[in-house]
């Protein structure tokens, strides 16, 4: 199961899978979360970087004097969790009750309305 990670962390998972390499540095991590205009101090990232390792999101490979941070949990697969845990904690599980609540409640734009119903019908064809 994955767990639960903090926004602090998140924002740092978010740089690390947007990271076109097989492996992260401290220094993009750094530079990232300056670019996001969140920067952060050295220590503290080095114990968020702890934790999400605890957390089974990273693992880090010591190079010299440096970590190497590879990905554990893609970004599908707590985007995926997250939203399980959504449904069961909001809407009791219920699919339905999410997308009834987006549709009557406005919260769609027409083309996004119209991608939801394409998708719902290409999925529906595949059964």
Do not use: H
Request: hydrophobic share 40%; with cysteine.
């Amino acid at each position: 199961m994955v767990q639960q990670i903090s926004d602090a962390e998140l924002e740092i998972m978010k740089i690390v899978w947007g990271n076109p390499d097989e492996v992260t540095l401290f220094p993009y991590i750094m530079d990232g979360l300056a670019a996001r205009g969140k920067p952060c101090q050295k220590n503290t990232l080095i114990v968020l970087l702890s934790r999400l390792m605890n957390k089974g999101f990273l693992s880090a490979r010591k190079v010299g004097r440096r970590n190497e941070y590879t990905i554990l949990v893609s970004e599908t697969e707590y985007q995926t969790a997250q939203t399980k845990n959504f449904l069961d904690r909001i809407y009791e599980g219920s699919v339905k009750g999410l997308v009834s609540n987006l549709i009557l409640g406005d919260l769609l734009a027409d083309e996004e309305y119209e991608e939801l119903k394409s998708l719902l019908e290409k999925g529906k064809g595949q059964s």
